[in-house]
């Protein structure tokens, strides 16, 4: 990959964003356009590889927090995000000397690269999930034993708010109200680590296997049916390997609410031809898909529905009756799949019944070019 | 009045408080049971007069901040005071020399008492309200300009959030919902000033006040009713100088309701003989009493509830069928009631449509005694 992010790969990292975030994380629009704008100032971004990480690197973690019906209607800004990097800095006497995304999902993976351009620092090729939760605690680095406190909390209104608990999961149900209260988004900074510590609780590369998703997606004049090149880059990228297209259909049904911070609901698709359907629930992200009672796919792995035609990924917010959809299900990193992090990111976390069963077991065959 | 609070004081302060609370302040016996235990085991607490502050002395303020109903069911805990104040202590980097209450009423004029014994520090004769308000932005340090944040909050499994904002306003409206997801109560430390700017910021001599006016209904030896004893002390303490016996019978309804984090209700007041009766409506404190569409006395002037026989005060919490009260009302203290601080405790303040007029002229007499 390039060494560099420039305005002209923003595209690809949105698109890639948006696949990866699997019906959450905010529309990567938003952030594409932030990001282009931030990187037009203050030049590109350098990205990091993991392995050329200081041991003794100040990793500095910031992210976009609420719900993602909310995220595209008021804009985020760099400028709020400064405001909470910079707290959590003065707070514990620290200098970032990198930057790295919370999450590899929708705009939670280009506000990262914007906020590096700003600051001229460099950017992870990691993050902390792999793809986007709706949740403070799910993260790798919570599995790998990183507190997400002290975290700071910044609004348009430079308000600040800075939560102290070692419980992380505790952290979670402090910010959700109070992020109601402060507008129902905030820009956060919190997951403080060195590099050492990084090396062993981030999903390596993920910033780069959203460029390179994006990259396919977004290569027009390829002869290859966009969803088949969506498969076949996510078949080639170590970090997730195993996809699937689960069902192509259209959509019959939708239902969303915003409540508690969170976008619930689900959405039915359906054959074009013949009574077959499959039903997506999710919460802020895509959780499982179902035919009837059959499970095809299921959190930690990846659900995204996409677009049939251009294999754009539709976030839960933009479905709409009629829609031509691809429901595509992929492996999730095997960070999120250990027992450690199945306490922390099963099925049963998200309220649903089903155990977890791995994509490729469920589908019974594992592609050819897994790898 | 003594320059030392010792065990045997603190009935006294304690009843001054339940009846400066007007109902609200939480149960001034739990801060009482606290303030006994603390005194015994780390000694007398010396009360310094405002005259006597040094302009650059620290002063810390603290209290418990939550409903009421929720204060007399989890036990305060002198300890998360500790944690709270020591948080900001460090957060800002001072040690405070001095501390004050920011209301005096209910146990939040009884824990900062007790907060002082365990740091062996003096308290001030003073507060923030000069009464019980139900908000964080109700008090004369915010009337004179002095913010509430930097403002942490502690609860009782160490967990601290800190709040940073220069709208007091925005505090409350921050800590409220956070509160209830902290387990409905925390201890607070903010609001932090110098000596110098306390002078012009509090209300001066409301401690040694709360005393006088609860050794007044304490005076069980004295052939004085306990209702008379205490509009006579009531009308000789400067700052509140105008008592009134508004009206006097039996409980004959109660409504109240937990939510949002306050204590919302009323309670109809029926004449032992005769249909004359009175309603008082409160949210956490007593706003207004009125008969029929007549207000008798609203906020920021002060209204409570005694036992008739004995004078002493019953919080909203404790009000039952068929208990015989007097409805007390008293006059405000004068930093209330400047157009700076109607601008922040009138009536409309508390959703209420009544424009504030002062007891003593709806009255429309002032007692001879009256200062």
Redesign the interface.
């Known amino acids: 990959m390039n060494r560099r992010i420039t305005e002209a790969d923003i595209d690809d990292l949105a698109e890639g964003s948006a696949f990866l975030g699997t019906g959450g994380g905010g529309d990567p629009y938003v952030g594409a356009l932030l990001c282009k704008s931030t990187i037009k100032r203050h030049g590109p971004v350098e990205v990091m590889s993991l392995a050329d990480l200081p041991d003794d690197a100040e990793v500095l973690c910031v992210a976009a927090f609420g719900a993602p019906t909310v995220l595209i209607e008021k804009l985020i800004s760099v400028e709020d995000v400064d405001v909470a990097a910079r707290?959590l800095e003065r707070l514990l006497g620290f200098t970032a000397n990198v930057v790295i995304a919370a999450e590899i999902g929708g705009v939670n993976s280009t506000l990262p690269v914007a906020y590096a351009a700003m600051r001229r620092l460099p950017v992870l090729d990691a993050d902390g999930i792999g793809r986007a939760f709706p949740n403070l605690q799910m993260t790798t680095f919570n599995i790998a034993g990183v507190p997400a406190c002290p975290m700071v909390l910044a609004n348009e209104?430079?308000?600040?708010?800075?939560?102290?608990?070692?419980?992380t999961l505790?952290a979670e149900?402090?910010a959700?109200?109070?992020v109601?209260?402060?507008g129902a988004s905030a820009m956060i900074a919190g997951y403080r680590m060195n590099g050492a510590t990084a090396k062993r609780a981030v999903v390596d590369g993920s910033l780069s296997a959203a460029m390179a998703i994006g990259a396919a997606v977004n290569a027009v004049q390829s002869a290859t049916p966009a969803v088949d090149r969506l498969l076949a880059i996510l078949r080639a990228t170590p970090l997730y390997g195993a996809a699937f297209r689960l069902f192509e259909g259209k959509v019959v049904d939708v239902e969303r609410r915003t409540t508690g911070g969170f976008v619930f609901g689900h959405c039915e698709v359906a054959a074009l031809k013949g009574s077959d359907r499959v039903r997506v629930d999710f919460q802020n992200e895509n959780l499982v898909v179902k035919r009837g009672e059959t499970v095809l796919a299921i959190v930690p792995d990846l659900i995204t529905m996409v677009d049939t035609e251009s294999g754009r990924a539709i976030p839960t917010e933009s479905l709409r009756y009629g829609q031509r959809v691809s429901v595509i299900g992929c492996r999730a990193p095997a960070a999120l799949r250990t027992e450690a992090a199945l306490k922390i990111v099963s099925p049963a976390q998200f309220g649903l019944s089903e155990p977890f069963t791995p994509i490729e077991i469920i589908n019974s065959r594992l592609p050819d070019d897994t790898v």
Request: one cysteine or more; proline letters at 5%.
């Open positions: 707290r209104h430079g308000e600040c708010v800075i939560l102290e608990t070692a419980d505790k149900s402090l959700r109200p109070l109601a209260a402060m």
